[in-house]
């Protein structure tokens, strides 16, 4: 404030109020507003906030890498969920698995306060079953089903443009494979290390798989 005194004293012709201050407009692709640049966040030249992981994850660990959220406008590490059981799903909206987004969602509404999460990520490689954006699939994830769980933006599983977490997820032992269809599933520990890997037909309600879980979760 003495700051602005001393300004207006001095006859200065434009003057800031840092209590006035706009706020980041929406996105026009997303419709999203992007968190404000402040001294608690980190963005990228393109205005994307960049993850960050503390205490510093090892290279070769699941926490060291991070995947852009549904909306386009953060990077998520993936050491936000260290110490977590975390299901990891490759989705699409126009599969025949669909409907497990209802028992994956039950899934993560009863253990979630055990730590559990459940990571979502769209992919449409597989009969081009996952065709709309970031935008089009949140619609349809929360008027469909009611989704809670984190989901992320669109990726590829297999071939040359893999994603660095499906890259580390059939690196690991048990997970070898290219990615069968949609809602392939992988199953990581408290520890950060692959416990399971599913095919698509195991359901989120599959006895094995529920145990799967309450085993990792009582770790």
Not at 77 to 87: A, F, I, N, T, W
Not at 103 to 117: I, R, S
Not at 145 to 157: L, R, W
Request: proline share 8%; net charge negative; charged share 15%.
């Amino acid at each position: 404030m003495r700051g602005l005194m001393l300004c207006l004293l001095a006859g200065c012709t434009s003057v800031t109020d840092p209590m006035q201050m706009p706020m980041p407009s929406a996105d026009p692709d997303t419709g999203t507003t992007p968190p404000p640049k402040d001294a608690g966040n980190t963005f990228s030249d393109t205005g994307v906030m960049v993850a960050t992981c503390d205490p510093p994850a090892k290279q070769n660990e699941l926490y060291a890498l991070s995947a852009m959220n549904l909306a386009g406008t953060k990077m998520v590490s993936m050491c936000d969920y260290r110490g977590k059981v975390m299901l990891i799903v490759n989705v699409a909206s126009q599969c025949g698995y669909t409907p497990q987004y209802a028992g994956l969602q039950a899934d993560y509404d009863k253990y979630e306060k055990q730590g559990f999460v459940i990571l979502g990520f769209p992919c449409n490689q597989f009969g081009a079953q996952e065709p709309g954006t970031g935008e089009a699939i949140s619609t349809f994830c929360t008027t469909m089903y009611g989704i809670t769980f984190p989901m992320f933006s669109k990726i590829d599983v297999n071939g040359a443009k893999t994603d660095p977490i499906y890259t580390w997820l059939k690196a690991q032992p048990g997970g070898a494979g290219d990615i069968t269809w949609n809602f392939n599933k992988f199953l990581v520990g408290r520890d950060g290390k692959l416990v399971k890997r599913y095919d698509s037909p195991v359901t989120p309600q599959d006895t094995g798989l529920i145990a799967d879980i309450e085993a990792a979760l009582a770790k």
